[in-house]
């Protein structure tokens, strides 16, 4: 039998509805980074380098496998799992906000998620069912795959696979995320972090602190 990881539905429910009576809940507009952050500015951009750092190897060899950029799986995943401080990353291993869907037969893991309403031009919260991974590197691979095997994706592949900002506005296009600047916020972490080089060079595979 699968087992759900983190607060049993009912409780969890109770909770959820409990933080938004008091306002304690952050108003983060990443659909995976509903907790606050309240690390300074050079804290983040610590924080984001070391990410980059300690993932870049996984990114470029998910690159060599499944053609996606090496850039573009960076900035998901700093923006997804808001540089691996995220609840979802933290104790589910998801750096990259994927929901169980129909499909998945793997445990999965239960917490509050910000989606976009078209109605009213702002985030809601919302409880969402998420895929949890035994690590942050089985997250990475499924990332790719979840990519690979879905129809709304194929056209990405027919990009250069130095192309991120093709791979960037076409994930918004395809419905990645329903957040309506997913596409800028994406381009935004690659030029400030100058991801794009690791579309070019294959063969550096760590970035210097």
């Not at 850039?71 to 933290?90: F, H, M, N, V, W």
Request: charged share 25%; net charge positive.
């Amino acid at each position: 039998m699968r087992k759900v990881i983190g607060i049993p539905l009912a409780l969890y429910f109770l909770w959820f509805m409990f933080q938004n009576y008091i306002g304690l809940n952050s108003s983060s507009s990443e659909d995976s980074a509903v907790e606050q952050d309240l690390r300074t500015d050079i804290e983040i951009e610590l924080d984001r380098k070391s990410y980059i750092h300690k993932y870049l190897p996984v990114a470029v060899r998910e690159m060599h496998r499944s053609g996606i950029p090496a850039s573009i799986t960076l900035a998901q995943g700093l923006l997804e799992s808001r540089y691996g401080t995220s609840k979802l990353a933290r104790e589910a291993h998801n750096h990259f906000g994927i929901k169980c869907g129909k499909n998945w037969e793997g445990d999965k893991f239960c917490a509050p998620t910000h989606e976009w309403n078209p109605k009213t031009q702002s985030m809601i919260k919302q409880l969402g069912c998420f895929r949890w991974y035994a690590s942050a590197e089985e997250s990475f691979r499924n990332h790719s795959d979840f990519l690979m095997h879905r129809d709304r994706y194929a056209f990405l592949f027919q990009y250069s696979q130095t192309n991120y900002e093709a791979w960037a506005k076409g994930l918004q296009k395809a419905g990645y995320a329903t957040d309506p600047k997913y596409a800028v916020k994406l381009l935004s972490l690659i030029q400030q972090y100058q991801l794009g080089q690791y579309d070019i060079d294959y063969k550096i595979i760590r970035l210097p602190l």
